[in-house]
Every structure is written in structure tokens, then in C-alpha cells.
């Protein structure tokens, strides 16, 4: 099974260096990305099969084909890595982050030629100390090496690119959001359309893309498009950082074939469930996707299906719900955390987030009433996509919607018994 991300890895405690990424044989797609007319390599990642790791899924190729090109286009131009990874349960970027940033940059670099920006930016969440370090090593190797700054490669492509720390909010992470963040204003989510791909970073073309997207990138160049649809089990193409927490005996993260079944996820790679736990039920993507249960469990991991069984693939970073842990009590530490980082712009977020969590503490303490449980479906349909400004606060009521869903007898229980059941 090929794992083109995570093959070089070293697991020694230490970052490839650009000798070591070299030897690997990189540097070598920047090589042949220009000696490439840049559109023909934005159809090159479009048949790929590319979609975005970010959360939402769309095309990668698709994204770079929308920003304006040719003489008349505006400039300068923004290619943008987002690094802030703060859903909850998330921890899949952090990997390419801090073990080989040069894979990072040079996707980037290909990315900005691609669009012919000549200003990037890695967008880094605050926490990600060691990330810092082996991104700001890299990019000053890379630029020793001539692979950033002027004249890259002797291809009179010029590229700056800096690493940017986040202030450490979620909604930085938001792409609007971010690129307000990047501009030194509050990280408040913009209005789209228009797309940052035609006004984004300081009114420019911007496009914004996550790490694992970006990392995909120099493999697509050098071995073609078909090689990268074949590495994945459905019918999008690749591999997928695919990670799992929770009572699971070995909670981890693996490089595996988009596609990949929960099941095999699970019993497979994470082992199974520790012994005295079973199964309830798991958040596929990060803390704003809903549950998937038992009837779930032959799902392919990949975009499609995911969606098809009523959640989204999200991050792909599993997040196990075991019948020995409250789900009233989870989806309570969610929404607190959602309520916490909601920027407070529209109202349905900044009032029914914290009310949707005073409701969940109610409940989990015993104090709760059945017309909760109507209030609490009320709210899910308030924050429903479309009626919020930005996606936080629908992505906010995803496990909450499918908890009801799923485990309302759960929620009961809590109020006809005036406690909760996991801890008498
Ligand atoms: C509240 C919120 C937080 C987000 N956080 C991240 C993040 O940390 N990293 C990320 O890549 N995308 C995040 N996204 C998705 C981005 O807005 C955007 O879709 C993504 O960076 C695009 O990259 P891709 O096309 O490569 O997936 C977030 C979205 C929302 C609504
Ligand atoms: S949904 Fe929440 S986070 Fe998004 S713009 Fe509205 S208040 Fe801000």
C-alpha cells in the first residue's frame, strides 16, 4: 500500500531537513511544475481526483481553474496553507506540519506558481510550537537553495512565502475569517460571493487550501494523475490522514486509501474498542460533523458516502463515542466550545450557541425538562446552514442534531430520572 504523505517519516524525534526531503527525491515535481505552463498543471491536479482536506471537500483543481489569469489578471496574487486546525478531535495537519515541512512547502510553491501568485503565506495554528520551528527552518533552507525568493529555479518565478501564527481562535481558521486575520483585522468571517479566489487577501486572488491538500500536491506532478486516483479505494482520488481517539485500543493516525470503511478503521487499525467498552457510536470528521452508529460501520470513509449516510467526512479524524461515556455530556463539551468561539457576528450563533449549552448542562445535571428537547431541536433548525453568516455555528449543531437522533433516549433518561444515568 502505497502512503506517499507519510513514507519518509523519520519517527526519531526529528523533522526531514532539505538534504534529507531531497534524497527522497524532493524538490524534483517543483522542478518539473516550471518547465509546465501553470494552467496545465491546475488541469493536472483537476484530474487528479484532488478534494480538498480542509472539511469541505470541494475540487482542488477546480478552486486554482477560478482565479483570474493572463496579463489582465490582478495583482499580486495570495496562495495561502491553512494550518489552524483547532476542530475538536482534530490533530491530522499537525503530522505534515511538524515531520516534513518541505513536502508542505513545495505543494505550496507548485500551488503559487499554478495560480502565478508571488506572495504565500502558512497560516499556523498558535499552538503548534514544534511546527513553528521546522516550517521556519525549511522555508529559510528552501530559500538558501533557491527554491523561494527570486528567480526560483532559474525560472524567473518569483515567490515570497512566511509562516504566519494564528492569534488562536477557531473561526481563524475559517478561510475569510483567516484572510481578515492575515490582514491584522478581527477574524471575522466575510460574505461570499466574492470568492477569495477572485477577491480575497487584500481584495486580490487569493487561494486558500489546507496542509494535507497541499502536501498531495508534489506526488499529483510527479506521478501523474491516474497513479493518483488508483491510490484510493472509491472513486476520489488518494490517500487520507485518517485518525482515531477515543476508548479504541490504539488511537492513532494512518495514511490510508480514501474510501476505507469505518469498520476497518476502527477494528483494524485502531485496534477495537478497549476491553469493557463498546461501540456507540463516532463523530467522523471533527466535533462539527454528526454521529455515525453500528449501521454505519461498512461506510467507505471518502467525501460521498460519508455525506450519503447523513454526515461529512470532515477532517476524516474519528472521534469514538463508547456506551460507558454520556453523549448528553459530550455534545455538552462541544457546544460549550462552539459557544466560546463563536465570533458573535449574527445572532442565531451568539445567543443560541450558549443557550443550546445552558440547555445541555441542565440536562446533563438532572435539570432538565422534555421541552428542552424540543427547544434543543428548535435551535438546530435556527443555526440550519444558510441561516448563520458562516458555518461555525451549522457545523456547531451537527452531533447535537444526530445525538438527538440517534440517543434520545439518552436524553431522556436524564430527565426522567433527574440525574445523569453515567454517573449514579
Ligand atoms: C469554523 C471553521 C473553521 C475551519 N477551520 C479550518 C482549519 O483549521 N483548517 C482548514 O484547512 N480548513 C478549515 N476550515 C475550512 C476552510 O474554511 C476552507 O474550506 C479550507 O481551508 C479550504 O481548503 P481545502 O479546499 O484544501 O480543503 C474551517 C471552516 C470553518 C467554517
Ligand atoms: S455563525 Fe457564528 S462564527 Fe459564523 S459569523 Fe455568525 S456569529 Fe460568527
Given at each position: 500500500m502505497e502512503r506517499p504523505l507519510t513514507q519518509h517519516i523519520k519517527n526519531d524525534g526529528t523533522w526531514l531537513n532539505l538534504k534529507e526531503y531531497e534524497k527522497t527525491g524532493g524538490y524534483q515535481a517543483l522542478r518539473k511544475a516550471l518547465s509546465m505552463p501553470p494552467e496545465e498543471l491546475t488541469t493536472l491536479v483537476k484530474d487528479s481526483g484532488l478534494k480538498g482536506?480542509?472539511?469541505?471537500?470541494?475540487s482542488t483543481g477546480m478552486k486554482w481553474s477560478f482565479v483570474p489569469m493572463g496579463r489582465?489578471?490582478?495583482?499580486?496574487k495570495y496562495f495561502v496553507v491553512n494550518g489552524d486546525e483547532m476542530e475538536p478531535g482534530s490533530f491530522k495537519d499537525r503530522l505534515l506540519l511538524e515531520e516534513n515541512p518541505h513536502q508542505l512547502i513545495e505543494g505550496a510553491i507548485i500551488g503559487a506558481y499554478a495560480i502565478q501568485a508571488n506572495f504565500s503565506y502558512i497560516?499556523?495554528?498558535?499552538?503548534?510550537h514544534r511546527a513553528a520551528k521546522a516550517i521556519t527552518q525549511a522555508l529559510q533552507e528552501a530559500v538558501e537553495a533557491g527554491y523561494l525568493g527570486e528567480n526560483v529555479m532559474g525560472s524567473g518565478f518569483n515567490l515570497d512565502m512566511s509562516l504566519h501564527i494564528s492569534v488562536g481562535r477557531y473561526m481563524c481558521g475559517e478561510e475569510t475569517a483567516l484572510l481578515n486575520a492575515l490582514e491584522g483585522k478581527r477574524a471575522n468571517p466575510r460574505a461570499k460571493p466574492p470568492f477569495p479566489v477572485v477577491s480575497g487577501l487584500f481584495g486580490k486572488p487569493t487561494v486558500v487550501n489546507n496542509v494535507e491538500t497541499v502536501s498531495n500536491v508534489p506526488h499529483i506532478i510527479v506521478n501523474g494523475a491516474e497513479w493518483f486516483l488508483q491510490l484510493s479505494k472509491s472513486e476520489e482520488g488518494g490517500t487520507k490522514l485518517y485518525g482515531a481517539s477515543g476508548r479504541v485500543k490504539t488511537p492513532g493516525l494512518w495514511e490510508l486509501p480514501l474510501g476505507t470503511t469505518l469498520r476497518e478503521l476502527l477494528e483494524v487499525h485502531a485496534g477495537?474498542?478497549?476491553?469493557g467498552y463498546n461501540f456507540k457510536g463516532a463523530l467522523p470528521g471533527g466535533g462539527s460533523t454528526d454521529f455515525l452508529t453500528t449501521e454505519h460501520l461498512d461506510v467507505p470513509m471518502d467525501f460521498k458516502n460519508v455525506e450519503q449516510a447523513g454526515s461529512r467526512l470532515g477532517t476524516g479524524t474519528i472521534t469514538v463515542l463508547d456506551d460507558k461515556t454520556c453523549p448528553v455530556g459530550m455534545v455538552r463539551n462541544l457546544e460549550h466550545f462552539f459557544a466560546q468561539e463563536s465570533?458573535?457576528?449574527?445572532t442565531p450563533c451568539r445567543e443560541g450557541l450558549p443557550w443550546t449549552a445552558k440547555i445541555l448542562d441542565a440536562l446533563e445535571d438532572g435539570r432538565g425538562k422534555m421541552e428542552d428537547l424540543d427547544i434543543l431541536t428548535f435551535q438546530t433548525r435556527y443555526m440550519a446552514?444558510?441561516?448563520?453568516?458562516?458555518a461555525l455555528a451549522p457545523g456547531a449543531m451537527e452531533p447535537l442534531q444526530s445525538a438527538l437522533k440517534y440517543f434520545r433516549e439518552d436524553f431522556e433518561k436524564h430527565i426522567h430520572e433527574h440525574t445523569c444515568p453515567w454517573k449514579s
Amino acid at each position: 500500500m502505497e502512503r506517499p504523505l507519510t513514507q519518509h517519516i523519520k519517527n526519531d524525534g526529528t523533522w526531514l531537513n532539505l538534504k534529507e526531503y531531497e534524497k527522497t527525491g524532493g524538490y524534483q515535481a517543483l522542478r518539473k511544475a516550471l518547465s509546465m505552463p501553470p494552467e496545465e498543471l491546475t488541469t493536472l491536479v483537476k484530474d487528479s481526483g484532488l478534494k480538498g482536506r480542509g472539511g469541505a471537500g470541494f475540487s482542488t483543481g477546480m478552486k486554482w481553474s477560478f482565479v483570474p489569469m493572463g496579463r489582465k489578471a490582478p495583482t499580486p496574487k495570495y496562495f495561502v496553507v491553512n494550518g489552524d486546525e483547532m476542530e475538536p478531535g482534530s490533530f491530522k495537519d499537525r503530522l505534515l506540519l511538524e515531520e516534513n515541512p518541505h513536502q508542505l512547502i513545495e505543494g505550496a510553491i507548485i500551488g503559487a506558481y499554478a495560480i502565478q501568485a508571488n506572495f504565500s503565506y502558512i497560516f499556523l495554528r498558535w499552538a503548534y510550537h514544534r511546527a513553528a520551528k521546522a516550517i521556519t527552518q525549511a522555508l529559510q533552507e528552501a530559500v538558501e537553495a533557491g527554491y523561494l525568493g527570486e528567480n526560483v529555479m532559474g525560472s524567473g518565478f518569483n515567490l515570497d512565502m512566511s509562516l504566519h501564527i494564528s492569534v488562536g481562535r477557531y473561526m481563524c481558521g475559517e478561510e475569510t475569517a483567516l484572510l481578515n486575520a492575515l490582514e491584522g483585522k478581527r477574524a471575522n468571517p466575510r460574505a461570499k460571493p466574492p470568492f477569495p479566489v477572485v477577491s480575497g487577501l487584500f481584495g486580490k486572488p487569493t487561494v486558500v487550501n489546507n496542509v494535507e491538500t497541499v502536501s498531495n500536491v508534489p506526488h499529483i506532478i510527479v506521478n501523474g494523475a491516474e497513479w493518483f486516483l488508483q491510490l484510493s479505494k472509491s472513486e476520489e482520488g488518494g490517500t487520507k490522514l485518517y485518525g482515531a481517539s477515543g476508548r479504541v485500543k490504539t488511537p492513532g493516525l494512518w495514511e490510508l486509501p480514501l474510501g476505507t470503511t469505518l469498520r476497518e478503521l476502527l477494528e483494524v487499525h485502531a485496534g477495537g474498542m478497549q476491553d469493557g467498552y463498546n461501540f456507540k457510536g463516532a463523530l467522523p470528521g471533527g466535533g462539527s460533523t454528526d454521529f455515525l452508529t453500528t449501521e454505519h460501520l461498512d461506510v467507505p470513509m471518502d467525501f460521498k458516502n460519508v455525506e450519503q449516510a447523513g454526515s461529512r467526512l470532515g477532517t476524516g479524524t474519528i472521534t469514538v463515542l463508547d456506551d460507558k461515556t454520556c453523549p448528553v455530556g459530550m455534545v455538552r463539551n462541544l457546544e460549550h466550545f462552539f459557544a466560546q468561539e463563536s465570533c458573535g457576528w449574527c445572532t442565531p450563533c451568539r445567543e443560541g450557541l450558549p443557550w443550546t449549552a445552558k440547555i445541555l448542562d441542565a440536562l446533563e445535571d438532572g435539570r432538565g425538562k422534555m421541552e428542552d428537547l424540543d427547544i434543543l431541536t428548535f435551535q438546530t433548525r435556527y443555526m440550519a446552514p444558510g441561516n448563520t453568516f458562516c458555518a461555525l455555528a451549522p457545523g456547531a449543531m451537527e452531533p447535537l442534531q444526530s445525538a438527538l437522533k440517534y440517543f434520545r433516549e439518552d436524553f431522556e433518561k436524564h430527565i426522567h430520572e433527574h440525574t445523569c444515568p453515567w454517573k449514579s
